[in-house]
């Protein structure tokens, strides 16, 4: 699988544009999408208001203006996070621009004449227009081919370097802009307008211009904002119960009790985890058109996958053979390779190669043999030499041609043996004479069956779907290990079975590369489109792979997954951080009213302002070295929800009551070791 060209985590660069950008976004305006960085940023812009009073009128005001620094901090180094995650996308954006280049293209002026073009900027050609595209030239835009077949590099596309075919009609039909045929020539009619195209869709994408927040994302905003109503509220009402025990509190106090007890840690990387989530799919070559898609790959809980190319190798290959009575094992295997030397076929290469390393068997086409080809009518094929002949093809076929009407025994028992297991048998016969069975059969790809043990262990239902018969899907599904299949598939089937599967409230995922897969892309909640397949699929799903490679569905759901374990471990970090924190700030707040609270001064803080202090210090820096974190995500590990929340409440909530009692000490001794709040 190629993969998107790898950013570092902190690059020079991004971090340079992020540091400025971080400052554009103080914009109240912008940031009251965020709430709790929103009343930071009021808490912030007050206590500095009255600590330049106090500066001013000649009043104490180092305390103040320190606090306000910090919770000044506290705002950038949340929107920093933000803006680190979008420069990242930025950074591939601005390498997929780079693919593009100024190109003319061939405007034919009649289409049914090649020899009859005009060169025109490839930004100056409209949907509908017809364009010849010969080898060498780079395909203008985004198109169907109608007539032709080449060979095309897209590896400026999907960094994929072995050229694809692409031929008029079928599922493999689309072509890319920027994209460069290898050999022979394509006539393709234009399907996207300059600006339209896949390549600027994807730069839109990945920039995040057209990112939305998820429901799941703005559940938790409005949770962190009712936790902030709730904790605004309580701060207010401690004033009158200061004023009642005879404790003075100033504004720079309540401030840092405030944003202390806030879940400001959360509500600075909670965008960086979204944007993180997209960035992480784009890695792995596959684009989302929304962070939605995203999320909803998370919460998947059945899998549709193609059985052909997906669970299998797609290609029938040669797995056994069974002679039939009175014919040598090795005499079926030296009719099975002559019957084949003219096959060129993925099944005739493979017979070849099965019977040279089973048994050793290699000769060469006999000059002047006569190869008989596959045809339709007959379906059998083989090889006439020196008055001998060799077929073989369908078992009924070559019966007829034979003149048998009843097998022997043993060879109908192992034709039937063949077909049950889900394989294909083939007859052979030498000289007009039945001599015995090839076992054709689509190889279940190796460690398939371990991927779906794990997807069964998130609670995710696996379903593969397959125009076979049902004894064949049977056989190919109790290998691969999928909990159900659905065989002799069409159109309608998958979209029914999605739709019934939604009606029972579970989220489905599948993908698909051709026209009749679009009705079923457009209606599942996570429709993985090939980049390989029409425009009408790419067009219905909702995520592109670029590689085209239908088992990163498996991919997709472990990173939507990894997205919602981020977002919940680091709001459990978040809100276990608060606990600590009333430790560091209330004891040493009403400690002169009530001595007694000094028994909850765990932590041994040296006075109560070095207490406020370096609880507000590490409130802002523990934003910072948690952002890798939040870039990079937490490891995923097909586990169930109670051992999930078992996992989370242990790591990353013990976690996060640990981490400030060690962190506001570790700040307080600093703070006393330079003589500060002393």
């Given at each position: 699988?190629?993969?998107?060209?790898?950013?570092?985590?902190?690059?020079?660069?991004?971090?340079?544009?992020?540091?400025?950008?971080?400052?554009?976004?103080?914009?109240?305006?912008?940031?009251?999408?965020?709430?709790?960085?929103?009343?930071?940023?009021?808490?912030?812009?007050?206590?500095?208001?009255?600590?330049?009073?106090?500066?001013?009128?000649?009043?104490?005001?180092?305390?103040?203006?320190?606090?306000?620094?910090?919770?000044?901090?506290?705002?950038?180094?949340?929107?920093?996070?933000?803006?680190?995650?979008?420069?990242?996308?930025?950074?591939?954006?601005?390498?997929?621009?780079?693919?593009?280049?100024?190109?003319?293209?061939?405007?034919?002026?009649?289409?049914?004449?090649?020899?009859?073009?005009?060169?025109?900027?490839a930004p100056e050609l409209h949907t509908g227009d017809i364009v010849l595209v010969e080898a060498g030239?780079?395909?203008?835009?985004?198109?169907?081919?109608?007539?032709?077949?080449?060979?095309?590099?897209?590896?400026?596309?999907?960094?994929?370097?072995?050229?694809?075919?692409?031929?008029?009609?079928?599922?493999?039909?689309?072509?890319?802009?920027?994209?460069?045929?290898?050999?022979?020539?394509?006539?393709?009619?234009?399907?996207?307008?300059?600006?339209?195209?896949?390549?600027?869709?994807?730069?839109?994408?990945?920039?995040?211009?057209?990112?939305?927040?998820?429901?799941?994302?703005?559940?938790?905003?409005?949770?962190?904002?009712?936790?902030?109503?709730?904790?605004?509220?309580?701060?207010?009402?401690?004033?009158?119960?200061?004023?009642?025990?005879?404790?003075?509190?100033?504004?720079?106090?309540?401030?840092?009790?405030?944003?202390?007890?806030?879940?400001?840690?959360?509500?600075?990387?909670?965008?960086?985890?979204?944007?993180?989530?997209?960035?992480?799919?784009?890695?792995?070559?596959?684009?989302?058109?929304?962070?939605?898609?995203?999320?909803?790959?998370?919460?998947?809980?059945?899998?549709?996958?193609?059985?052909?190319?997906?669970?299998?190798?797609?290609?029938?290959?040669?797995?056994?053979?069974?002679?039939?009575?009175?014919?040598?094992?090795?005499?079926?295997?030296?009719?099975?390779?002559?019957?084949?030397?003219?096959?060129?076929?993925?099944?005739?290469?493979?017979?070849?190669?099965?019977?040279?390393?089973?048994?050793?068997?290699?000769?060469?086409?006999?000059?002047?043999?006569?190869?008989?080809?596959?045809?339709?009518?007959?379906?059998?094929?083989?090889?006439?030499?020196?008055?001998?002949?060799?077929?073989?093809?369908?078992?009924?076929?070559?019966?007829?041609?034979?003149?048998?009407?009843?097998?022997?025994?043993?060879?109908?028992?192992?034709?039937?043996?063949?077909?049950?297991?889900?394989?294909?048998?083939?007859?052979?016969?030498?000289?007009?004479?039945?001599?015995?069975?090839i076992e054709l059969k689509d190889i279940v790809k190796p460690g398939i069956r371990e991927r779906f043990?794990?997807?069964?262990?998130?609670?995710?239902?696996?379903?593969?779907?397959?125009?076979?018969?049902?004894?064949?899907?049977?056989?190919?599904?109790?290998?691969?290990?999928?909990?159900?299949?659905?065989?002799?598939?069409?159109?309608?089937?998958?979209?029914?079975?999605?739709?019934?599967?939604?009606?029972?409230?579970?989220?489905?995922?599948?993908?698909?590369?051709?026209?009749?897969?679009?009705?079923?892309?457009?209606?599942?909640?996570?429709?993985?489109?090939?980049?390989?397949?029409?425009?009408?699929?790419?067009?219905?799903?909702?995520?592109?792979?670029?590689?085209?490679?239908?088992?990163?569905?498996?991919?997709?759901?472990?990173?939507?997954?990894?997205?919602?374990?981020?977002?919940?471990?680091?709001?459990?970090?978040?809100?276990?951080?608060?606990?600590?924190?009333?430790?560091?700030?209330?004891?040493?707040?009403?400690?002169?009213?009530?001595?007694?609270?000094?028994?909850?001064?765990?932590?041994?803080?040296?006075?109560?302002?070095?207490?406020?202090?370096?609880?507000?210090?590490?409130?802002?820096?523990?934003?910072?070295?948690?952002?890798?974190?939040?870039?990079?995500?937490?490891?995923?590990?097909?586990?169930?929800?109670?051992?999930?929340?078992?996992?989370?409440?242990?790591?990353?909530?013990?976690?996060?009551?640990?981490?400030?009692?060690?962190?506001?000490?570790?700040?307080?001794?600093?703070?006393?070791?330079?003589?500060?709040?002393?």
């Amino acid at each position: 699988m190629a993969q998107a060209e790898a950013i570092a985590l902190f690059d020079a660069t991004i971090l340079g544009r992020a540091a400025k950008d971080s400052l554009a976004k103080l914009n109240p305006a912008t940031l009251m999408r965020n709430p709790v960085i929103f009343v930071t940023e009021v808490v912030a812009a007050l206590t500095t208001f009255l600590g330049l009073h106090n500066l001013l009128t000649g009043r104490p005001a180092s305390f103040a203006l320190a606090i306000a620094g910090w919770l000044w901090l506290t705002v950038l180094f949340a929107t920093f996070a933000e803006a680190v995650a979008e420069g990242r996308g930025r950074a591939r954006a601005e390498s997929l621009r780079r693919a593009r280049s100024e190109t003319m293209a061939k405007l034919l002026l009649r289409p049914d004449d090649r020899a009859l073009f005009k060169p025109t900027p490839a930004p100056e050609l409209h949907t509908g227009d017809i364009v010849l595209v010969e080898a060498g030239d780079v395909v203008p835009s985004d198109g169907e081919v109608i007539e032709g077949v080449a060979s095309v590099n897209e590896s400026a596309i999907t960094g994929e370097s072995a050229p694809v075919i692409r031929e008029a009609g079928g599922d493999r039909s689309a072509v890319t802009g920027g994209t460069q045929v290898v050999s022979d020539w394509l006539v393709v009619r234009i399907t996207a307008e300059a600006g339209g195209t896949f390549i600027d869709r994807m730069i839109k994408l990945v920039e995040g211009a057209e990112r939305r927040k998820t429901p799941n994302e703005i559940a938790l905003d409005i949770l962190l904002a009712g936790l902030t109503i709730i904790f605004l509220i309580a701060v207010v009402t401690l004033v009158g119960f200061a004023k009642y025990s005879g404790t003075v509190l100033g504004v720079p106090v309540l401030a840092a009790l405030l944003v202390t007890l806030i879940p400001t840690t959360i509500g600075g990387l909670l965008s960086a985890i979204g944007i993180a989530g997209m960035d992480r799919l784009i890695r792995f070559n596959v684009v989302a058109t929304s962070g939605r898609a995203v999320e909803a790959a998370g919460d998947v809980d059945a899998l549709l996958l193609d059985k052909t190319g997906t669970i299998t190798f797609g290609n029938r290959m040669a797995a056994g053979l069974y002679p039939a009575p009175g014919v040598d094992e090795r005499a079926l295997a030296e009719a099975a390779v002559l019957s084949s030397l003219g096959d060129d076929t993925p099944e005739g290469r493979s017979i070849l190669g099965f019977v040279r390393d089973r048994y050793g068997i290699a000769p060469e086409r006999p000059a002047g043999a006569a190869v008989i080809p596959f045809s339709a009518n007959t379906r059998v094929s083989g090889l006439d030499h020196a008055g001998r002949s060799w077929r073989k093809g369908a078992v009924d076929s070559v019966l007829r041609s034979l003149g048998v009407a009843d097998p022997p025994a043993a060879f109908a028992v192992a034709v039937e043996r063949i077909a049950r297991a889900g394989a294909t048998p083939l007859a052979v016969s030498v000289d007009g004479r039945l001599a015995g069975a090839i076992e054709l059969k689509d190889i279940v790809k190796p460690g398939i069956r371990e991927r779906f043990a794990a997807l069964r262990r998130m609670g995710i239902r696996t379903v593969m779907v397959t125009g076979d018969n049902r004894v064949t899907a049977a056989a190919i599904a109790t290998e691969a290990g999928v909990d159900d299949f659905i065989a002799e598939a069409t159109p309608q089937d998958k979209l029914a079975y999605i739709r019934a599967a939604q009606a029972e409230g579970r989220l489905v995922a599948m993908c698909g590369d051709g026209t009749n897969d679009a009705p079923a892309l457009a209606q599942a909640d996570v429709g993985v489109a090939m980049q390989t397949g029409t425009q009408a699929a790419r067009e219905a799903g909702n995520m592109v792979d670029l590689d085209s490679d239908p088992t990163k569905l498996i991919e997709v759901v472990e990173i939507g997954k990894q997205l919602l374990i981020t977002r919940g471990s680091l709001t459990t970090f978040s809100i276990a951080n608060d606990v600590s924190k009333y430790f560091a700030i209330l004891p040493a707040i009403f400690v002169a009213s009530y001595p007694e609270l000094a028994t909850l001064n765990i932590m041994r803080l040296h006075t109560p302002q070095s207490a406020i202090m370096s609880a507000v210090i590490f409130n802002a820096i523990i934003i910072v070295l948690l952002v890798p974190l939040a870039l990079s995500g937490v490891r995923f590990r097909p586990i169930g929800a109670a051992a999930l929340l078992r996992r989370n409440l242990l790591v990353y909530g013990l976690g996060g009551i640990a981490a400030p009692f060690i962190g506001i000490k570790l700040i307080d001794m600093l703070l006393t070791a330079f003589g500060l709040f002393a």
